[in-house]
C-alpha cells in the first residue's frame, strides 16, 4: 500500500518477484476453484493489501509470458532494451569517430 515519505506525499511500494508470484498463483489458483475470472485480482489484491491494478498488471503479465495471451514477453522487452541501449552505444562511437 502507498505509504507518506518524509516529504509528506504518497510513496509506492516496491513488491519484491517472490510476492508478485504469489499474488499471480493465488490469482491463478482461485480462477481454477472459481471457474471464472471475474473478481478474482480484486479478492487476492483486497486479501494481501496490494494494489488491485497492480496485481492485475502482474497476471496481465503471467499470462503473456505464459503464452496464455498476446503481447510482448518480459524477456523480449529486456532483450529489446539491451538491443537499444547498443544501439545507442554504437551510435555515440560512430559519432565520436566522424568528429
Known amino acids: ?3 507518506h515519505g518524509p516529504s509528506g ?13 504469489a499474488a499471480v498463483r ?3 489458483k ?6 471464472t475470472e471475474h473478481g478474482t485480482v480484486k479478492r487476492v489484491a483486497v486479501q494481501l493489501g496490494y494494489g488491485i491494478e497492480s496485481v492485475r498488471a502482474w ?3 503471467a499470462d503473456v ?3 496464455a495471451k498476446a503481447g510482448t ?3 523480449a ?14 551510435e555515440r562511437a560512430n559519432e565520436f569517430r566522424r568528429s
Open 30 to 35: 482461485l480462477r481454477e476453484e472459481l471457474g
Open 9 to 21: 506525499k504518497l510513496k509506492s511500494r516496491r513488491y519484491t518477484p517472490e510476492e508478485k508470484a
Open 73 to 75: 514477453t518480459t524477456a
Open 77 to 90: 522487452a529486456a532483450r529489446i532494451i539491451e538491443l537499444e541501449q547498443r544501439n545507442r552505444e554504437l
Open 65 to 67: 509470458d505464459g503464452g
Open 1 to 3: 500500500m502507498p505509504t
Open 26 to 28: 493465488m490469482v491463478c
Open 59 to 61: 497476471v496481465r503479465q
